[in-house]
């Protein structure tokens, strides 16, 4: 079965939006996994500055802090000050990126329907130039960092990426970001061999 050329576009788009989701990644230092097995305490490390304010606003942090928290404490984690020695520290980055994503989609796989330009009645097939779609958008990045409370080293590093809706409500804003702190999550306290 072939593609009416007129689909292809709306094919793209659809394929888009699948690409929309939440790509999430961890990194850790394997001879932490220990230590990091007997963390039962916690504390905010002080909340960064930055110069984009899409990022880096209380409403932002705040965010991402209550969706951290509802995870670590929904965990057994409990959360002291950090004067109290926790035995982490968590902290937050972001930063959002200009991207731009380009397909190109054959059209050779479609035919306007008629029966003179049907292969099955032996009639020809007409195929067409290549159309390349391109596309720009927003890309936004979370990482939470896990810092180990004696050392002051970095143990852990969660990332989520996904693309940024600025026409979202501040509902679907919200919800994203839970989404994409749980997805981090999901990945903590790391398992030996999995990254």
């Known amino acids: 079965m072939r593609l009416h050329p007129r689909l ?3 094919l793209l788009a659809g394929l888009f939006m699948a690409c929309a989701s939440i790509n999430v990644s961890s990194n850790y230092d394997p001879s932490a996994v220990q230590e990091i097995d007997a963390y039962k305490t916690y504390a905010w490390a002080p909340q960064p500055e930055g110069g984009d304010k899409r990022v880096y606003n209380p409403i932002m942090g705040n965010q991402v802090m209550q969706a951290a928290d509802n ?3 929904g965990r057994g984690y409990k959360k002291v000050d950090a004067g109290e020695n926790p035995d982490f520290l968590i902290g937050w980055h972001g930063s959002v990126q200009d991207k731009m994503e380009a397909e190109t989609v054959n059209n050779y796989y479609g035919y306007p329907y008629s029966p003179m330009w049907d292969p099955y009645w032996g009639g020809p097939v ?9 596309r720009e958008y927003e890309e936004g990045t ?3 960092d896990v810092v180990d409370g004696k050392s002051k080293q970095l143990v852990w590093r969660g990332k989520a990426q996904s693309e940024v809706n600025g026409n979202a409500s501040a509902e679907k804003q919200q919800k994203k970001v839970t989404q994409a702190v749980d997805k981090i999550l999901e990945r903590f306290p790391p398992k030996a061999g999995k990254k």
Do not use: F, N
């Open 126 to 134: 007409v195929a067409a130039a290549p159309e390349t779609y391109v």
């Open 71 to 73: 995870v670590l404490q």
């Open 8 to 10: 292809a576009p709306l």
């Open 142 to 144: 979370i990482l939470l």
